[in-house]
């Protein structure tokens, strides 16, 4: 099915964008670009990253995603392991790996790619991570660290907004930022940061009663939702920075994000394409986690 083309969004593709673009294939190499440095630094005094990655059964899409974490990881230097277990395995014995690999020195970091096989507890298994060695930070222990903002490894989509956002020249502080979508992996986190970085925060989920009012009054828009389009372009501040995190499929294959993307190119002020805005970002900051926790086992604190 294709999404329905407003009027404003044609009127919108006719004009064409003008927001600045953030492209976040570019700030995501320059983030691997400024890795790899550190790494080659790191390797210098003897320390190689090293990022296991723990894959479960045979989902296509956890393949792929896996196939790109570890060629990112082997091409800014670090020590790339992957664990590649069959449908059939038990929890004990997927733990009984996890205890491996959090005893090994030589891992810094692991991720164990999501979602699990049925019958497999990710919550357990999440939390069986040692959170000095939890690159995607998801473990309860990186959660809390994050609400009470003391370091420890962040979730790696929202901290790639943050690095975006500060590319686009955008400050949070004092702003009013909406974020859209209140899971643990995008919108939770994504609030604590903008919080964090003093912006005055709503978060608004599918029981909220009035999204365009919401959408209008926000300076710094998150649309994490997964619904092509939702989020009209009519609906954003003129000089809004607006982030969009959908990745929804259409039939045919094209990617296309929860923003209508060509009408709110029209007023924002900045941002980012679907595909080649967040998702690169997302892959870089797992790199950065990785490097950061090496640096936690090895170095004394500074
Ligand atoms: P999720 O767990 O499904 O959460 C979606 C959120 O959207 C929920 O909080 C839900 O509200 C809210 N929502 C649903 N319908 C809504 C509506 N009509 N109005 C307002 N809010 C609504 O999804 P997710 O894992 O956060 O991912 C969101 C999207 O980002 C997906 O397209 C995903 O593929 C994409 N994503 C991209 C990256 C990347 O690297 N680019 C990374 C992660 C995710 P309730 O809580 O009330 O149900």
């Known amino acids: ?60 899409a956890s393949a792929v995603y896996v196939r790109g974490k570890r060629k990112d990881s082997e091409e800014v230097g670090f020590r790339s392991v992957e664990h590649h277990l069959g449908v059939t395995t038990t929890q004990i014995e997927l733990m009984e790996l996890v205890a491996q690999l959090n005893a090994d020195p030589a891992v810094h970091g692991i991720l164990v790619q999501l979602p699990l096989p049925k019958g497999l507890d990710e919550r357990a298994v999440l939390e069986a991570i040692d959170p000095r060695k939890d690159a995607d930070g998801f473990h309860p222990y990186n959660v809390g660290a994050l609400s009470i903002g003391i370091p420890g490894p962040r979730p790696c989509t929202p901290a790639g907004i943050m690095r975006l956002l500060k590319t686009a020249g955008c400050d949070p502080r004092g702003k009013r930022a909406l974020v859209i979508g209140r899971s ?15 912006a005055t925060v709503t978060v608004a989920h599918s029981r909220t009663t009035d999204l365009p009012a919401e959408v209008g009054r926000a300076d710094i828009l998150v649309a994490a939702i997964g619904k092509t389009e939702l989020v009209k372009g009519t609906w ?56 950061e926790l090496a640096r936690a086992a090895h170095l004394p604190a500074t």
């Open 236 to 291: 954003v501040k003129e000089g809004a920075v607006v982030i969009d995190v959908g990745m929804n499929r259409l039939q045919g294959g094209k990617l296309v994000g929860d923003v209508e993307y060509a009408a709110a190119a029209q007023r924002a002020r900045a941002i980012t394409p679907v595909p080649g805005g967040v998702g690169p970002m997302t892959r870089a900051m797992l790199l950065v986690n990785t490097l």
């Open 184 to 198: 643990n992996i995008v919108g939770k986190p994504m609030a604590m940061m903008l919080l964090e970085a003093h």
């Open 1 to 60: 099915m294709h999404p329905v083309v407003t009027a404003a969004a044609r009127l919108a593709i006719l004009r064409g964008p003008m927001a600045q673009i953030i492209d976040g294939k570019a700030v995501a190499a320059q983030v691997r670009s400024e890795v790899a440095k550190a790494a080659r630094e790191l390797a210098g005094r003897g320390i190689v990253p090293g990022l296991t990655v723990v894959r479960v059964g045979d989902d296509p």
